[in-house]
């Protein structure tokens, strides 16, 4: 086990260059530079003998393929820049944002889990019937419906009609996170619901269901202990790739209300064109994929004797 998760660590170290140096590269290639972005957000005028300096003083007028050994060198540091905007370090930016998408994140996998596995095995069990076909039209409601128009009918009803949660920011306590949490869970549920059910129904239908069955075996135990221990391969899957969007902040979500995480941060980057975040943005997005495909694995590794076996072979 040890040396499958040593091979994958070493397959991940090419990917994480490959991502950082990709977005560098493409960062790079606009007409305007970091000291003309600096010069626009800071609503200054320099000369071109002052902006000749300012490029000389941060290494702009280095290769730039210098320039990305010289930034990856200063991130394997902790080092991420400064923010062009606000002139503050960039990692400390960073940090301070986390809490709060982090805390965003865990609501919703809760929330999904919790909601999504028992409608989908009720759905699968009660396939053809009224509660199914009630199930899926949810589901296909909210696979529908994007999540920024979502968010404004949750702030519609329960903030502007019915005046119990508040509209938008993450100073109001628990009460705060509801709103954001409903918007990402209900569109995350829908798939899921969709995709347990699926799953459960495809491993009813095998023959080592129909033997258990066939020695007695109660339902009950049959569909918890057999039949959702194999289709949790198909849910980690899922909940693998939302926890790194979600890790990596629901930019939409958190800029409709004012969630103060990483996504409105990114946002807001972009929107200034702030180099120095949005690189920290994409490495941070690429690291957390990357660590979460591994985790992902290695789960797999545990729960799949095939893959156990493969690894043996």
Not at 7 to 19: D, F, V
Not at 141 to 147: A, E, H, V
Not at 242 to 256: R, Y
Not at 262 to 274: C, N, P
Request: aromatic share 10%; with cysteine.
């Amino acid at each position: 086990m040890k040396r499958y998760i040593t091979r994958r660590l070493i397959q991940l170290i090419p990917i994480l260059l490959g991502i950082t140096l990709l977005s560098f590269l493409l960062m790079n290639t606009g007409t305007a530079d970091a000291v003309d972005v600096m010069e626009n957000n800071t609503g200054g005028v320099l000369s071109e003998e002052e902006k000749v300096a300012l490029r000389a003083e941060l290494g702009l007028d280095r290769p730039l393929l210098q320039q990305y050994v010289i930034w990856l060198g200063k991130i394997l540091r902790g080092d991420m820049g400064e923010s062009f905007v606000s002139g503050q370090p960039v990692f400390s930016t960073f940090i301070s944002k986390l809490p709060a998408t982090i805390y965003l994140t865990v609501t919703s996998i809760v929330v999904t889990v919790l909601l999504s596995i028992p409608l989908g095995i009720v759905s699968a069990v009660k396939q053809n019937q009224i509660t199914d076909y009630f199930i899926r039209c949810l589901s296909f409601i909210g696979n529908s419906l994007p999540n920024f128009f979502v968010s404004l009918l949750l702030i519609y009803f329960f903030s502007l009609k019915l005046n119990l949660l508040p509209v938008m920011g993450n100073n109001a306590g628990w009460k705060s996170v509801i709103l954001p949490t409903l918007t990402l869970s209900f569109s995350m549920t829908s798939k899921y619901t969709r995709q347990v059910r699926a799953a459960v129904l495809e491993e009813l239908n095998k023959d080592y269901v129909q033997g258990a069955r066939a020695r007695g075996i109660r339902e009950k135990r049959i569909l918890y202990f057999s039949v959702l221990r194999v289709s949790m391969l198909t849910i980690i899957t899922l909940l693998a790739l939302s926890i790194g969007s979600l890790l990596g902040g629901t930019a939409i979500v958190e800029s409709v209300f004012m969630w103060d995480g990483v996504g409105k941060m990114a946002v807001d980057a972009i929107t200034m064109r702030d180099y120095p975040v949005i690189q920290a943005y994409v490495s941070w997005m690429a690291l957390i994929y990357v660590c979460v495909n591994l985790v992902t694995d290695i789960i797999y590794h545990y729960l799949d004797p095939r893959i156990r076996l493969g690894e043996e072979v």
